[in-house]
């Protein structure tokens, strides 16, 4: 026997299941099950509509009032029904599809009346009732410290008595607020999290089959979550070194500074793949929600949905009809474009000239396969801008630009709300098209979209110390960094922000930090170097930016740098060295002259130091910043000649 209270909306009861639509639980025999807001919307509707053909314009309208959502919802919070009904792919026990008009529930539904609810018998159950009462009504000693229990008399009647007993102890817990009727197990505590890295899937099958998979579905939750603005999410770029390797979860959290942590497997055979994912609170390492999937491949996206929309209903979101379109929102349905894509991602992330070039294949095969794809032409995009910006040799500067130009308005025509396009774009735009104002509105565009884009910021930060708007480089970095703390090249940027900023201490610090993942990140050495001769520690300084050149194609890509700190050290003749190496490479070496002005004004020989700024014909642009915040030409900045020169040459005071 049960006692159930309830005014309002009935229950409904069908299989082994019970709905309750004025309490919004859902259970199966007497067990809680988790559904998403949505989901038992769609439930409670086709139940009470039972029998009937519900239409999938009337469902959509009704469950999604006043905002477009497309189908694709729809079918995902039915796939998610069909999960937590335990159908199987084809069944139809309890909901039927009707090809193109919408859905019915065929299940026999029980409507509990006014006096089932109140009193309904269940002969066959010998478990115990309880009934949740105030603490101090309890005796010591009881089996439940919070629970009175009414156990059945012999013959399966209860007493009477007993039962009315047991109403007036509700009513009286009910009266002074300390309890509740109590008929499924606790839910879970609240979980509230400001952030959440989602770790790389790991991949269970044979090498070199699918190991990208595991990936792509991180990549793939990642961007969805990322499209929620509650929550800071960490980038593929955060997670990437956990990928090969064992990890401690409570590690990871402080590492990563989140309080929730996404970790899954995946596994494909034949035509089919599961996939077993689990939320953790990073601040004591225990589960709060976790689930299995077993699909057939082509459904793995609604597994990605299911995954998105469950991750936010167990971290109490308040997601909007906006979100709700965004996690259920693909870039593809074709399985083959998504597994190239998958691939694509995994050599993106390594960013060597190599990787990139190999990402470009796996990056056009998906666009064959989807020619509509618009997240494979933003990565295009991305890959040509970096083999550009990086000056790598595959192609020429500007044919580089050029490809990446095209991928990305082909991204945006599609889909403008990628995030990585506009950033890829914004790059194409401050060094192929020298439109400065449009370059910066990509980036406010692209952070707009995604706050959650560590790139997108570290991008910026670099477009405004361009333009020597340094306290607001400094924000976006920063921005970058605690969105991606592990990443050696922001933190490297960080170092070089704080470094014009005369922090040298602090500077010192994320320049070390970006060396200890990366040790021969040719930037971090370089920006430690200079930080280093800054403080006077000359011989640490050598040996770095030593160090940085070694590691550089380019010879001569630092030898200003080594030469201030030979004057420095007051080593002379290690100084005119490299004078004579800039002098020779000055045809091919677009910033010679400026390099040369900056060796002379350390020399203290302002003459040939302004000569040479004057003569200086290359990218000015992306040396202004030097000339106006480098530490370097602080002696500089005393002589008058120096406003002259920025006022001539750009039109900028001092």
């Not at 469950?63 to 995902?76: G, M, Y």
């Not at 349905?333 to 060597?352: D, G, H, I, K």
Request: with cysteine; proline share 4%.
């Amino acid at each position: 026997m049960a006692v159930m209270l309830r005014r309002g909306a009935p229950l409904y009861e069908f299989g082994p299941f019970r709905l309750d639509t004025a309490e919004k639980l859902f259970f199966k025999n007497g067990e809680p099950l988790a559904l998403a807001p949505k989901a038992f919307e769609l439930l409670a509707i086709l139940v009470q509509q039972s029998g009937h053909l519900v239409d999938k314009n009337e469902l959509l309208k009704e469950i999604w009032p006043d905002s477009f959502v497309e189908e694709s919802s729809l079918t995902q919070n039915i796939y998610v029904l069909r999960k937590a009904l335990a159908e199987s792919n084809g069944e139809s026990r309890y909901i039927e599809t009707v090809p193109r008009r919408g859905y019915r529930f065929v299940a026999d539904v029980k409507k509990l009346s006014d006096r089932d609810v109140a009193c309904a018998i269940e002969p066959q159950t010998p478990a115990p009732l309880f009934i949740a009462a105030p603490p101090a009504l309890v005796k010591n000693g009881e089996s439940s410290p919070n629970h009175i229990s009414l156990r059945a008399m012999p013959g399966g009647r209860r007493s009477p008595a007993l039962v009315a007993l047991a109403l007036s102890l509700l009513l009286i817990s009910v009266a002074i607020g300390s309890s509740v009727l109590v008929f499924r197990k606790a839910p879970p505590q609240a979980f509230a999290a400001r952030s959440i890295a989602v770790l790389p899937f790991k991949f269970l099958g044979a090498e070199g089959t699918d190991e990208h998979l595991g990936l792509g579905m991180t990549d793939a939750m990642i961007t969805k979550l990322s499209s929620l603005k509650q929550i800071s999410v960490r980038p593929t770029s955060a997670i990437y070194k956990y990928a090969d390797h064992g990890y401690d979860l409570a590690a990871v959290g402080r590492e990563l500074n989140v309080d929730a942590i996404l970790e899954g497997t995946v596994q494909r055979a034949g035509d089919r793949v599961r996939v077993n994912v689990q939320l953790i609170n990073a601040s004591n390492g225990q589960a709060v929600w976790a689930e299995k999937f077993d699909e057939q491949y082509t459904s793995v996206f609604a597994v990605q949905d299911s995954i998105s929309e469950q991750v936010a209903y167990a971290l109490r979101l308040s997601v909007t009809s906006e979100g709700r379109s965004q996690l259920a929102k693909r870039y593809t349905e074709n399985p083959e474009a998504y597994q190239a894509y998958t691939r694509a991602l995994y050599f993106w992330n390594q960013r060597t000239e190599e990787s990139l070039n190999r990402s470009i294949r796996y990056f056009k095969e998906a666009i064959a396969k989807d020619p509509n794809y618009a997240l494979a032409y933003a990565g295009l995009a991305d890959c040509y801008s970096l083999i550009a910006y990086y000056g790598y040799l595959s192609l020429t500067t500007e044919e580089a630009y050029q490809q990446a130009s095209r991928a990305a308005m082909k991204a945006l025509e599609m889909d403008n709300a990628i995030a990585e396009a506009h950033t890829a774009l914004a790059l194409v735009k401050t060094y192929m098209d020298g439109d400065r104002p449009a370059a910066e509105r990509e980036h406010k565009q692209s952070i707009a979209l995604n706050p959650s884009y560590a790139t997108g910021h570290q991008r910026y930060a670099l477009f405004l110390l361009e333009e020597s708007r340094l306290d607001e480089a400094y924000e976006e970095i920063k921005r970058a960094q605690e969105l991606d703390p592990l990443l050696a090249v922001i933190n490297s940027n960080l170092g070089a922000i704080l470094y014009m900023k005369r922090d040298y201490d602090r500077a010192a610090e994320y320049c070390r930090k970006a060396l200890e993942v990366a040790p021969r990140l040719p930037a971090a050495n370089y920006f430690l170097g200079l930080i280093l001769t800054q403080k006077g520690m000359h011989r640490e300084a050598i040996a770095l930016l030593e160090k940085a050149r070694e590691a550089e194609a380019n010879k001569q890509t630092f030898s200003d740098a080594l030469a201030y700190a030979y004057v420095m050290a007051g080593r002379a003749s290690g100084a005119q060295q490299m004078i004579v190496e800039l002098k020779n490479s000055s045809q091919k070496n677009t910033t010679a002259d400026f390099s040369l002005g900056l060796v002379y004004a350390a020399l203290g020989d302002m003459d040939r130091a302004f000569a040479h700024f004057e003569r200086q014909n290359g990218d000015w642009r992306r040396l202004l910043f030097g000339l106006r915040l480098d530490p370097r030409l602080d002696r500089l900045r005393a002589d008058a000649r120096y406003a002259d020169l920025l006022k001539r040459r750009f039109g900028v005071a001092v």
